[in-house]
């Protein structure tokens, strides 16, 4: 059995920053009211988080990267049937990558159309004055309606792969992610996770939370 390092120390607190994050989103937005400036700030905090995982996943460690969990049609077949080598499971599985990409465009989308939207009471986005009323209207029904419930419903899933994983296959997919490695019968290359790493990863998400204050305070500006 080796011991491999697959999830390096930044994409490990981008996730569970994450997690927090979208929780904090689902529950001040349907609470609304006086926690509608909490969800705004949340709303800052995810677009913050996945412009950092944009670029993480070029910079990032090997399994981090995009490259290591990009899979053609036949990878997925073969991971359903079970033949899927040991380079297709030890970081995101072929399965696995689809539920990823797909939570990050819905949360991608959710917030961009977030940015936009209008309760007409008292919450607007700050991008909302550089587009017409007719876009305006429809990012706000998106997000209060389609969108809401499709980042609901992928969260969802994403909750029951890792009971399944747990009950069925004996696997805990939470542990790696706090841990950072993965027991494999085989070994295979790891992540860099070393300081220069994590100094890099620090550098990045300042320059994306710097990127999306100026973004607010241009929007916010009268």
């Known amino acids: 059995m080796?011991?491999?390092?697959?999830?390096?120390?930044?994409t490990r607190l981008f996730h569970w920053l994450l997690v927090l994050c979208v929780g904090g989103l689902i529950a001040?937005?349907?609470?609304?009211?006086?926690?509608?400036?909490?969800?705004?700030?949340?709303?800052?905090?995810?677009?913050?988080?996945?412009?950092?995982?944009?670029?993480?996943?070029f910079l990032g460690g090997r399994w981090s990267r995009f490259a290591s969990f990009i899979y053609s049609p036949r990878s997925l077949m073969d991971y359903l049937r079970g033949q899927a080598p040991l380079e297709h499971t030890a970081g995101h599985t072929p399965l696995g990558a689809l539920s990823v990409f797909a939570l990050l465009l819905a949360l991608a989308t959710q917030v961009g159309t977030g940015l936009m939207s209008d309760d007409e009471i008292a919450t607007f986005g700050p991008l909302g004055r550089f587009v017409s009323g007719d876009t305006v209207l429809a990012a706000t029904g998106f997000h209060k309606n389609i969108g809401q419930y499709l980042v609901i419903g992928l969260v969802?899933?994403?909750l029951?792969?890792?009971?399944?994983?747990?009950a069925v296959r004996r696997q805990s997919l939470t542990k790696p992610m706090v841990l950072g490695n993965k027991h494999l019968f085989s070994p295979v290359a790891p992540s860099s996770d070393g300081l220069w790493d994590r100094i890099m990863?620090?550098?990045?998400?300042?320059?994306?939370?710097?990127?999306?204050?100026?973004?607010?305070?241009?929007?916010?500006?009268f």
């Open 2 to 10: 080796y011991v491999i390092r697959i999830w390096d120390l930044p």
């Open 28 to 57: 001040t937005g349907t609470v609304g009211g006086v926690w509608m400036e909490w969800h705004l700030r949340l709303g800052y905090a995810v677009l913050t988080l996945l412009l950092f995982r944009l670029l993480w996943g």
């Open 156 to 158: 969802a899933l994403h």
């Open 160 to 166: 029951l792969a890792i009971v399944w994983y747990r």
């Open 201 to 221: 990863a620090a550098a990045l998400l300042g320059v994306c939370a710097v990127f999306v204050s100026w973004l607010v305070s241009v929007g916010y500006a």
